[in-house]
Nanobody, 125 residues
Framework: QVQLVESGGGSVQAGGSLRLSCGAS????????MGWFRQAPGKEREGLAR????????YYADSVKGRFTISQDNTKNTVYLQMNSLKPEDTGMYYC??????????????????WGQGTQVTVSS
């Protein structure tokens, strides 16, 4: 049984930082394209960052480029999202997702087979 469990969300003031974690069981994150997505209230879920096996290029949405960094620790089977210089518009539910094999060059949700339940991030001004 595959499980992705996000943690690390919370409330922070604008300009602050958070690090989200996504612990995986039933899959080896090193064999998967791992992605982070966000859903703000009343908005569609959007892709933020994706990477395969922690090497090669990571891809970021323009809205987070230069502020967010995706990484992973294969020994812990965990993927991280380091978020710096947070803005109120970064508020939302954050999800990690897994797709077997290489990442594809788009953010379509259906490309990811496994999803976590999400962790809430709230950024106040």
């Amino acid at each position: 049984q595959v499980q992705l469990v996000e943690s690390g969300g919370g409330s922070v003031q604008a300009g602050g930082s958070l690090r989200l974690s996504c612990g995986a069981s039933g899959v080896r994150v090193g064999n998967y394209c791992m992605g982070w997505f966000r859903q703000a209230p009343g908005k569609e879920r959007e892709g933020l960052a994706r990477a395969y096996a922690g090497f090669g290029s990571a891809y970021y949405a323009d809205s987070v480029k230069g502020r967010f960094t995706i990484s992973q620790d294969n020994t812990k089977n965990t993927v991280y999202l380091q978020m710096n210089s947070l803005k109120p518009e970064d508020t939302g539910m954050y999800y990690c997702a897994a797709r077997y094999g290489l990442c594809v060059d788009n953010w379509y949700l259906e490309n990811y087979r496994y999803w976590g339940q999400g962790t809430q991030v709230t950024v106040s001004s």
